[in-house]
């Protein structure tokens, strides 16, 4: 079992950054695929970026890439998603997820984290 809590959300104005962290506990999250996505009430959960289990290769959603940046640090078991020139249409609640491979699919991914809420003010 793996355990995620993700944190750093807020409200931020527009153009400003945030970094999101997403800390695992119960498992190393080095043998995952890490991911975050995101979603506003009543929708579906969106991809926005992932990470292999190295680290080694990433991958962003066209609205988020040249902004948005997905890391990782295995020694601290934790996943980083910065933030940066936020808009308001980048509002939404962010999730981590771990899986056992890249994928922008949601059902490829086994543990969740609870969210962490992004409002970007205009």
């Known amino acids: 079992q793996v355990q995620l809590v993700e944190s750093g959300g807020g409200l931020v104005q527009a153009g400003g950054s945030l970094r999101l962290s997403c800390a695992a506990s119960g498992r190393t999250l080095s043998r995952y695929a890490m991911a975050w996505f995101r979603q506003a009430p009543g929708k579906e959960r969106r991809f926005v970026a992932r990470?292999?289990?190295?680290?080694?290769?990433?991958y962003y959603s066209d609205s988020v890439k040249g902004r948005f940046t997905i890391s990782r640090d295995n020694a601290k078991n934790t996943v980083y998603l910065q933030m940066n020139s936020l808009k308001p249409e980048d509002s939404f609640v962010y999730y981590c997820a771990a899986g056992v491979g890249p994928s922008d699919g949601q059902n490829d991914y086994t543990y969740w984290g609870q969210g962490t809420q992004v409002t970007v003010s205009s």
């Open positions: 990470i292999s289990s190295s680290g080694g290769s990433t």
